[in-house]
């Protein structure tokens, strides 16, 4: 699962929507990987 920071606004892509855990998971990922990463500018991508 990829997930891209663009200025602090998360894209998240590849979730697989009939599977509200794994949604939930994706989302939570992406607000503590905000929180970890809201000092960086610019753009980066991790994959989890």
Avoid: E, K
Avoid at 11 to 32: G, K
Wanted: proline content about 2%; overall charge negative.
């Amino acid at each position: 699962m990829v997930h891209t920071q663009i200025r602090g606004t998360f894209v998240v892509s590849s979730i697989p929507f009939s599977d509200d855990d794994l949604i939930n998971q994706a989302f939570h990922h992406c607000y503590y990987s905000f929180l970890l990463f809201q000092g960086n500018s610019g753009i980066y991508t991790h994959t989890s």
